[in-house]
């Protein structure tokens, strides 16, 4: 089965760049829709952004002026960058991937399927 | 922006009670909804996608109902192992996401 795993440094020091890859295993990366998503300490989720195995992207307006999502369908991965973090920015971050379906209604419903396990990066001097 | 009041923040149900959390956004999302179960230090995991449909291999005592603005999450017999967070999630057309704030669910 899909499986999807997050790496990256777990320190960042304030106002330089987050960066993360997912790698998809057990299947592709193509067709689908893919996420990513954080969760700061003790408190709720928040969805960052997704990329199409195509390459378009779609952010949170909250954060889409420091973020970009890229894949590397060759490498079966696909990437967060996060500029400028701050305290703020300290959180596990997921991965997802996005299974788009059509309803019995004729409509598109999305839902996020399999989950990576998460990575804590934690922004400090 | 569609904003999610997800409510109670928490509940506190003894096992084989029924329990129902609910979920209300700010405009109409037709079906565009889903519900997550997070568990201490593990990813969330999806339960039910478009307003009212079982994920695969999700036990059938979780269900989920609802449309427009207001939806409902519902666990017919609570059992222990149903101990979690539990989160909606709204999208549009996009799609962008919004989660609710959580509802922390615990034994009596």
């Known amino acids: 089965q899909v499986q999807l795993q997050e790496s990256g440094p777990g320190l960042v020091k304030p106002s330089e760049t987050l960066s993360l890859t997912c790698t998809v295993s057990?299947?592709?990366?193509?067709?689908?829709?893919w996420s990513w998503i954080r969760q700061p300490p003790g408190k709720g989720l928040e969805w960052i952004g997704y990329?199409?195995?195509?390459?378009?992207?779609n952010y949170n307006p909250s954060l889409k002026s420091r973020v970009t999502i890229s894949v590397d369908t060759s490498k079966n991965q696909f990437s967060l960058k996060l500029s400028s973090v701050t305290a703020a920015d300290t959180a596990v971050y997921y991965c997802?991937?996005?299974?788009?379906?059509?309803?019995?209604?004729?409509?598109?419903?999305?839902?996020?399927?399999?989950w990576g396990k998460g990575t804590t990066v934690t922004v400090s001097s | 922006d569609i904003q999610m009041t997800q409510s109670p923040s928490s509940l506190s149900a003894s096992v084989g009670d029924r329990v129902t959390i609910t979920c209300q956004a700010s405009q109409d999302i037709s079906n565009y909804l889903n519900w997550y179960q997070q568990k201490p230090g593990k990813a969330p995991k999806l339960l039910i996608y478009d307003a009212s449909n079982l994920e695969t291999g999700v036990p059938s005592r979780f269900s989920g109902s609802g449309s427009g603005t207001d939806f409902t999450f519902t666990i017919s017999s609570l059992q222990p192992e149903d101990i979690a967070t539990y989160y909606c999630q709204q999208y549009d057309n996009l799609p962008r996401y919004t989660f609710g704030q959580g509802t922390k669910l615990e034994i009596k």
């Open positions: 997802a991937r996005v299974r788009r379906g059509i309803a019995v209604a004729g409509w598109y419903y999305y839902c996020m399927d399999v």
């Open positions: 990329i199409y195995y195509s390459g378009s992207t």
């Open positions: 057990g299947g592709s990366i193509s067709s689908y829709y």
